[in-house]
């Protein structure tokens, strides 16, 4: 009776190792989430306005990344009244589409633990797209460049908490 009990316990006394050991052939969760989240957009010079973009998996492609405008500093039109509009797509027929909700960013490939290429960043305050790269600093800052040629320019994104 006692061998067979030990037999019968020796499965479960090993099943919260084979768990840990699958665990740890996932890849890093927290690693995957760190640039995941909502992130409050650099004020510009000229401006005094921000936006929050929600960034996660792409709806067409969960292998990259995507960022969607989810909140504005400001949000209404201060001509209309009614919510900001994408006013400078050179899409015409985008223009009237609330810029709450634009598809920020997309199609970003994982490069490495924090860094995310090939992807592009749409500004709705000018209506072009550039190419761009987001990477995570080590003090948790997410650095966003867009691409023009050879010329480049970052900006610094903080998580919203």
């Known amino acids: 009776m006692k061998k067979n009990l030990k037999?019968?316990?020796?499965?479960?006394?090993?099943?919260?190792?084979?768990?840990?050991?699958?665990?740890?052939?996932?890849?890093?969760?927290?690693?995957?989430?760190?640039?995941?989240?909502?992130?409050?957009?650099?004020?510009?010079?000229?401006?005094?306005?921000?936006?929050?973009?929600?960034?996660?998996?792409?709806?067409?492609?969960?292998?990259?990344?995507?960022?969607?405008?989810?909140?504005?500093?400001?949000?209404?039109?201060?001509?209309?009244?009614?919510?900001?509009?994408?006013?400078?797509?050179p899409d015409e027929t985008l223009r009237s589409r609330p810029i709450m909700g634009v598809l920020m960013l997309k199609g970003f490939n994982k490069e490495d633990a924090n860094t995310y290429t090939g992807g592009t960043i749409y500004s709705p305050r000018t209506g072009k797209t550039y190419e761009s790269k987001i990477r995570?600093?080590?003090e948790g800052i997410l650095e966003v460049t867009g691409y023009v040629f050879f010329f480049s320019k970052t900006q610094t994104w903080t998580r919203v908490k």
């Open 136 to 138: 995570l600093t080590k």
């Open 7 to 89: 037999t019968a316990l020796i499965p479960l006394l090993a099943l919260p190792l084979f768990v840990t050991s699958l665990y740890a052939q996932t890849p890093d969760i927290a690693n995957d989430t760190g640039i995941k989240g909502v992130w409050q957009t650099e004020k510009k010079e000229d401006e005094n306005r921000t936006a929050h973009v929600q960034i996660s998996n792409c709806e067409d492609n969960a292998e990259q990344l995507c960022g969607k405008i989810i909140a504005l500093e400001e949000p209404l039109d201060p001509e209309t009244g009614k919510p900001k509009l994408d006013k400078k797509n």
